[in-house]
């Protein structure tokens, strides 16, 4: 991966932005300092991902466990199953497992988690269940989302874990990253994207 000189200006942490939450202006009920309140949610946004993280992977090995006229359900993020065997999937888990398993794999937190499983995971079929572990302490889902699409994504997110960067330095190192690309490559092919669709600002890849 490239290092590239910071040429652009931040888009998550402008001055823009700062504007629309300005901390002069923020108060919290109760008797709570502000400083304290923030912790408290970061606390538990990281405990939610470390629990959600460890769902999701013992989940998926269990869904790919399935096989239906021989062939074995994968569950991977663009890879093509077939109407056959997904359906099948799903009339029995609803039949005999009593609940619709479309309401885990239609979070797009999940379809993050798993577009990186043979990353995290390269033998995934032989791993401790027990001892799944989120691999990044600051690295969040959000940063996941943003750089899946890039072939130096594990590169980037293991320069914004060993930096220490929160989500809106991770981002805004990443836009000055690929826009940098950009001009060395003499087209846009980088973009950054806000959609309805997907809740996360992620990085588009034109082909």
């Not at 090995?61 to 099948?88: D, M, T």
């Not at 239609?106 to 993050?112: E, G, P, Q, V």
């Amino acid at each position: 991966m490239k290092e590239y000189p910071k040429l652009f200006e931040d888009v998550f942490s402008s001055e823009k932005l700062n504007r629309r939450c300005r901390p002069e202006k923020i108060s919290i009920v109760g008797n709570v300092t502000f400083q304290s309140y923030a912790k408290e949610i970061s606390s538990l946004y990281i405990e939610y991902e470390k629990i959600i993280f460890k769902f999701f992977i013992k989940f998926y090995l269990l869904s790919s466990k399935f096989c239906y006229f021989g062939r074995r359900k994968h569950g991977l993020p663009g890879k093509r199953e077939g109407h056959v065997i997904n359906r099948a999937f799903s009339l029995f888990v609803r039949k005999y497992c009593g609940f619709n398993y479309r309401s885990i794999t239609l979070n797009f937190s999940y379809k993050i988690v798993l577009s990186y499983i043979k990353d995290f995971f390269p033998d995934i079929d032989n791993i401790d269940v027990e001892n799944i572990k989120y691999p990044f302490s600051y690295m969040n889902f959000g940063c996941l989302a943003l750089v899946r699409g890039l072939d130096e994504r594990m590169e980037l997110l293991e320069h914004g874990e060993k930096n220490k960067m929160s989500f809106n330095s991770f981002a805004d190192y990443v836009v000055n990253y690929i826009y940098c690309k950009n001009d060395e490559i003499g087209e846009d092919k980088y973009l950054l994207s806000f959609t309805k669709v997907i809740p996360f600002p992620t990085i588009i890849v034109k082909k």
